[in-house]
Antibody
Framework: QVQLQQSGPGLVKPSQTLSLTCAIS??????????WNWIRQSPSRGLEWLGR?????????DYAVSVKSRITINPDTSKNQFSLQLNSVTPEDTAVYFC?????????WGQGTLVTVSS | DIVMTQSPDSLAVSLGERATINCKSS????????????LAWYQQKPGQPPKLLIY???NRESGVPDRFSGSGSGTDFTLTISSLQAEDVAVYYC?????????FGQGTKLEIK
């Protein structure tokens, strides 16, 4: 059974970089049948997909247009995890951030991390 | 982007009664090459991540009680809880995974009447 364990700071200052990590157990970040996603949830935006990374003979990324200029999702094969970096954050980036595995039979989610952007 | 619209926004149902939640996509999420609808349903309780209930529009996830069922195709989908239990109080979301950007419905809050 796949399990995802998120880690990272819960408080980030405006204009700085939000960084979160999602550690994978029960699967490989290099799996040819899964994609590794970041989603956030806030009262104002609801559930918002941010982007994904996946491996199909080489690495690919897709990002939401709303954050495309500020986001990076990277796999780390040595640690079997993937990360989210969101640059130049503002209070509007305050949300619960989830990592999730997308496979053939559905999505499985990490526990979520509340990230507050505040000075 | 595909817009997912759920109805109603909130719903109160008596214990043991049927609950029905609808989800409409702004374009079809049916992929004819494999005959599948790229539509999932989730249940979310406070302080928890969304929990997968249904995938491919009608396939029940392992361990999900059989009172939960999904139906529909193309652009119109339904989640049905055949006999509401107290533990089913939650917010329910539909999601398409047909193409990026993946999008979610706004959620339907289910309560006990």
């Amino acid at each position: 059974q796949v399990q995802l364990q998120q880690s990272g700071p819960g408080l980030v200052k405006p204009s700085q970089t939000l960084s979160l990590t999602c550690a994978i157990s029960g699967d490989s970040v290099s799996s040819n049948s899964a994609a590794w996603n970041w989603i956030r949830q806030s009262p104002s935006r609801g559930l918002e997909w941010l982007g994904r990374t996946y491996y199909r003979s080489k690495w690919y990324n897709d990002y939401a247009v709303s954050v495309k200029s500020r986001i990076t999702i990277n796999p780390d094969t040595s640690k079997n995890q993937f990360s989210l970096q969101l640059n130049s954050v503002t209070p509007e980036d305050t949300a619960v951030y989830f990592c999730a595995r997308a496979g053939i039979s559905g999505w499985y989610w990490g526990q979520g991390t509340l990230v507050t952007v505040s000075s | 982007d595909i817009v997912m619209t759920q109805s109603p926004d909130s719903l109160a149902v008596s214990l043991g009664e049927r609950a029905t939640i609808n989800c409409k996509s702004s374009q079809s999420v049916f992929f004819s090459s494999n005959n599948k609808n790229y539509l999932a349903w989730y249940q979310q309780k406070p302080g928890q991540p969304p929990k997968l209930l249904i995938y491919w529009a009608s396939n029940r996830e392992s361990g999900v009680p059989d009172r939960f069922s999904g139906s529909g195709s193309g652009t119109d989908f339904t989640l049905t809880i055949s006999s509401l239990q107290a533990e089913d109080v939650a917010v329910y979301y539909c999601q398409h995974y047909y193409s990026t950007p993946y999008t979610f419905g706004q959620g339907t809050k289910l309560e006990i009447k």
